[in-house]
């Protein structure tokens, strides 16, 4: 019989806001084995909780927030969670991890995940402490921003400590971009804000004076030892992102010609490294903020010293903002992107997809489809900053031209119409990151194929963007082998960084380690007996599991495609010019990696085969039902 003995709690806290009541349940050590935690879990929950065509933002949607059991522990970069919902944004799955002191702090308050069913009658949030539940009115919280929101609870509860997650405005108007922030970190994308502002949730504060147990503290500290180890011997992590963040990321791929510009018109073209660069954002740093347990420390609190942004603070801007309110919108004012990343994260827009929304509505502009007129009057050229920040704050308050940018790039192309379309930079809804990928091809089919849309970290492809050659060497450029390598480094990240829950940028410290690790960490927290191949198997689980909901809401090889620029318009400069996804080369990659996954490939489905083989034969209905509905 599985027992869990520590690293979990062992509790679901389950909370209706319709009846406003609540329920603890015991988490099944079975489901634990099989799905870790954090988005593992979380996608189980979901899948479980919801039929087919539930409406994203009606009270049968449920929001999940799960940490994982390594959360709260000794483990460094540990302090994270998932939040997961049928994503309003997209229709499928909507999976947004965010750390800080939020996750560690939930742990202590005593569970490993906590399911928000209905819709409060009124605004309200939730008081979590110590296991104890209080709905609170949030009715003079309604509208507020999220930092005063965080400060206003922390006064009311009467504890400075208290962990306040929250939407801002743009939650509350269920604009199908909003996040939901703590502290200054984001559970950004997919709308999972939306979702929260939909049932009336307008914070969830904790505050917990429990520990995570360990059921082996000697053989956890030893494995941690190695852990450390890699961290440290690692060339990056220490001498580079420890020390300015994640805008390292600007210098490598704009030396690699994928730092996307302009709509991703002019990748290689609009480059500005002298500006937006990791030395020149160095320069208006003025503290680090690291989450709980973590020895690395990436956020950079920056502050915009001069000019109309003068003293406008944020954490960040991260290397996705630099992009969306830099390159992709024509700015290379660092304090006009720091004062959009504030703007965003106050308002509680994700600031990707509220970036190249706006891109977008730019180069409309810019080629006649849309008038001064329809857009209130504002100049919208690529560079003019100050309105790409005046576009932020009306797309929060769903103000005029707004408003039809609201809920993101694809819904606002089919609103406007004219062959707006074409030039809506996303995948199954979700906005592109920053990276370039017709310069990067794995890199590329994993948000072709990640289970949210286009998302970067589902399935990071390290191997082409830094060159780490694990599990092999790989050229960036070419097509061949890239099915192979998307769903090796799709299910590594689900297995060992979305689910225990560690932060994705160890994916190439830990390298072939990382199974290893997360067996031996899990193993001695929890009493669990689980192999390296288990931890194997548990992501690739997890990956199919994510497919089948996918395909319970419709989604099918179809959705597997890109923007028709990335197939038909080459890089015009720099290191990755003249590349593209030709349709012949998405087809071929798309073929190998359904094979890989043992996939049909007609279809893009599952196989009952699969299915069975990974325990989840309970899907294979589902799944056939879908398949049916595709040949009809």
């Not at 103000?399 to 940018?405: M, P, Q, S, W, Y």
């Not at 930079?425 to 370039?436: N, R, S, V």
Request: with cysteine; net charge neutral; charged share 25%.
């Amino acid at each position: 019989m599985v027992t869990l003995k520590g690293g979990y709690t062992g509790k679901i806290l389950r909370v209706n806001l319709t009846r406003k009541e609540t329920r603890v349940e015991e988490l099944d050590p079975n489901l634990a084995a099989a799905f870790i935690g954090g988005a593992g879990l979380g996608i189980k929950l979901l899948y479980d909780a919801l039929p087919a065509g539930v409406d994203p933002l009606s009270p049968e949607n449920v929001l999940i927030f799960a940490p994982g059991p390594m959360t709260g522990t000794d483990a460094p970069c540990a302090s994270r969670m998932a939040v997961v919902a049928r994503s309003p944004l997209t229709g499928g799955l909507a999976v947004a991890l965010s750390a800080g002191h939020f996750p560690a702090e939930l742990k202590f308050a005593g569970f490993d995940a906590v399911i928000i069913e209905g819709k409060a009658e009124k605004p309200v949030y939730l008081y979590i402490k110590d296991g104890e539940v209080q709905f609170r009115s949030a009715e003079r919280l309604w509208g507020m921003m999220t930092t005063d929101t965080q400060l206003f609870i922390k006064e009311e509860v009467g504890d400075h400590n208290t962990r306040v997650a929250c939407i801002g405005p743009a939650g509350e108007k269920l604009c199908r971009i909003a996040c939901i922030i703590n502290e200054r970190r984001a559970a950004g994308r997919k709308g999972v804000g939306a979702v929260m502002g939909s049932k009336n949730l307008k914070a969830i504060a904790v505050r917990g004076s429990g520990k995570v147990k360990v059921d082996d503290p000697q053989s956890f500290s030893s494995v941690l030892r190695d852990m450390h180890k890699l961290m440290r011997d690692d060339p990056a992590l220490y001498p580079g992102l420890s020390k300015v963040g994640t805008s390292a990321a600007v210098d490598v791929t704009s030396a690699m010609g994928i730092w996307s510009a302009k709509n991703w018109m002019d990748t290689g073209v609009f480059s500005p490294v002298d500006k937006l660069g990791s030395q020149a954002l160095d320069q208006f740093t003025i503290r680090r903020n690291p989450c709980y347990r973590c020895p690395v420390g990436c956020s950079q609190v920056r502050l915009a010293r001069s000019g109309r942004y003068a003293g406008v603070l944020s954490e960040g801007p991260e290397f996705e903002t630099i992009y969306s309110l830099g390159t992709n919108v024509g700015v290379d004012d660092p304090f006009a992107v720091i004062a959009g990343d504030r703007l965003c994260d106050e308002y509680g827009l994700d600031s990707i997809s509220a970036g190249v929304t706006i891109g977008m509505a730019l180069e409309l502009c810019e080629r006649g489809i849309l008038s001064r007129e329809e857009v209130d009057g504002l100049e919208l050229r690529f560079g003019n900053a100050q309105a790409v920040l005046d576009l932020i704050v009306k797309m929060a308050n769903r103000d005029g031209f707004g408003d039809v940018l609201a809920d993101g790039s694809r819904l606002a192309a089919q609103r406007i119409g004219r062959g707006a379309e074409r030039y809506a930079m996303h995948i199954k809804g979700l906005e592109l990151p920053a990276y370039d990928i017709r310069g990067a091809k794995a890199h590329g089919l994993n948000y072709i194929t990640s289970y949210t849309g286009a998302d970067h970290n589902r399935g990071y492809a390290f191997q082409e963007i830094f060159g780490v050659p694990v599990p092999e060497p790989v050229d960036r450029l070419a097509v061949e082998g890239k099915g192979k390598l998307c769903k090796w480094n799709q299910d590594f990240s689900a297995a060992c960084f979305d689910s225990p829950p560690f932060c994705n940028f160890l994916n190439s410290v830990l390298g072939p380690e990382g199974p290893r690790i997360v067996a031996g960490l899990l193993n001695a927290a929890s009493g669990l007996s689980l192999s390296p191949e288990d931890i194997w198997k548990a992501g690739e689980r997890i990956m199919n599991l994510a497919r089948v909901f996918l395909a319970r809401e419709g989604f099918s090889r179809a959705d597997d495609t890109l923007p028709p620029r990335l197939m038909e318009e080459p890089i015009k400069s720099g290191g990755s010019a003249g590349q593209l996804i030709s349709r012949e080369d998405l087809d071929k990659m798309l073929d190998e990696y359904y094979e890989a996954r043992g996939w049909d490939k007609e279809t893009g489905l599952p196989t009952k085969e699969k299915l069975v083989e990974l325990g989840l034969e309970y899907t294979a209905e589902a799944v056939e039902k879908a398949r049916t509905a595709l040949r009809k």
